[in-house]
T-cell receptor
Framework: TQLLEQSPQFLSIQEGENLTVYCNSS?????LQWYRQEPGEGPVLLVT?????EVKKLKRLTFQFGDARKDSSLHITAAQPGDTGLYLC?????????????FGQGTRLTINP | NAGVTQTPKFQVLKTGQSMTLQCAQD?????MSWYRQDPGMGLRLIHY???????DQGEVPNGYNVSRSTTEDFPLRLLSAAPSQTSVYFC????????????FGSGTRLTVV
C-alpha cells in the first residue's frame, strides 16, 4: 500500500501551459519535501514545507502544503521544456506506528516545445 | 563541494557474486541512507545511519549489509547478488533524518544476470 499517492503518474503538455501535480495521503505529515529527478541523476531537493497551509514559490513553481498536512500540490506556470523530469514528493511523519520518511511513486512530466 | 559521490556508476554482476557500492559525502552530514529505485515503486529505504558506528534497517534490508566507520563513508554491500536486486541505487545524506531535505548521489545502475 502506497502511503503517498502522486497524481497524475504521467503528464505530457505543451510549452506555455500550466499544470498541477498532487501528492495525497490519509496520514498526517510533519513535513513534506518535493524533488525533481532528471534521467541518470539523483533527485534534487526543490522545497520543504512544514506548516499546514504553507505556500512556497520557486520562480514559476508554487508548492502548497494542505491545511491538515495530509496533502500537497505543485503548480507550474507557463511550463518550459527545462521543467521536464520526474517529480517526487516525500513526507516525514509517524506512519504505521513508526517515524518514517516515505516517497511517492513520482510524476513523470514531459514539456513539449 | 562534491556533495554525495557514488561509485561505480554502472555494474553488471552474475547471480551469487558479491560487491560493495561506495558512497562518500563531504558535507559533514550525520544522517546517511541507501535507497533503491524501481519503476512504479518510488524510492524504498534499504538501510540508514544516524552517525558513525550506528546503522539500522529500512523497509527492504534483506540481502544487503552496511557499516559506518566514519562520518563521510557509508558503503552498501550485496552479499550474494540475485536478479531481484537489479535496480538503481541511491545514497543520500542530510543534517537530520526528518527536518531537512536530502542530498542524493547520482546513483549506481546495477544489473544482476
Amino acid at each position: 500500500t502506497q502511503l503517498l499517492e502522486q497524481s497524475p503518474q504521467f503528464l505530457s503538455i505543451q510549452e506555455g501551459e500550466n499544470l498541477t501535480v498532487y501528492c495525497n495521503s490519509s496520514s498526517v505529515f510533519s513535513s513534506l519535501q518535493w524533488y525533481r529527478q532528471e534521467p541518470g541523476e539523483g533527485p534534487v531537493l526543490l522545497v520543504t514545507v512544514v506548516t499546514g497551509g504553507e505556500v512556497k514559490k520557486l520562480k514559476r513553481l508554487t508548492f502548497q502544503f494542505g491545511d491538515a498536512r495530509k496533502d500537497s500540490s505543485l503548480h507550474i506556470t507557463a511550463a518550459q521544456p527545462g521543467d521536464t523530469g520526474l517529480y517526487l514528493c516525500a513526507g516525514a511523519g509517524r506512519l504505521q506506528g513508526a517515524q518514517k520518511l516515505v516517497f511517492g511513486q513520482g510524476t513523470r512530466l514531459t514539456i513539449n516545445p | 563541494n562534491a556533495g554525495v559521490t557514488q561509485t561505480p556508476k554502472f555494474q553488471v554482476l552474475k547471480t551469487g557474486q558479491s560487491m560493495t557500492l561506495q558512497c562518500a559525502q563531504d558535507m559533514n552530514h550525520e544522517y546517511m541512507s541507501w535507497y533503491r529505485q524501481d519503476p512504479g515503486m518510488g524510492l524504498r529505504l534499504i538501510h540508514y545511519s544516524v552517525g558513525a558506528g550506528i546503522t539500522d534497517q529500512g523497509e527492504v534490508p534483506n540481502g544487503y549489509n552496511v557499516s559506518r566507520s566514519t562520518t563521510e563513508d557509508f558503503p552498501l554491500r550485496l552479499l550474494s547478488a540475485a536478479p531481484s536486486q537489479t535496480s538503481v541505487y541511491f545514497c543520500a545524506s542530510s543534517y537530520s533524518r526528518w527536518a531537512y531535505g536530502y542530498t542524493f548521489g547520482s546513483g549506481t545502475r546495477l544489473t544482476v544476470v
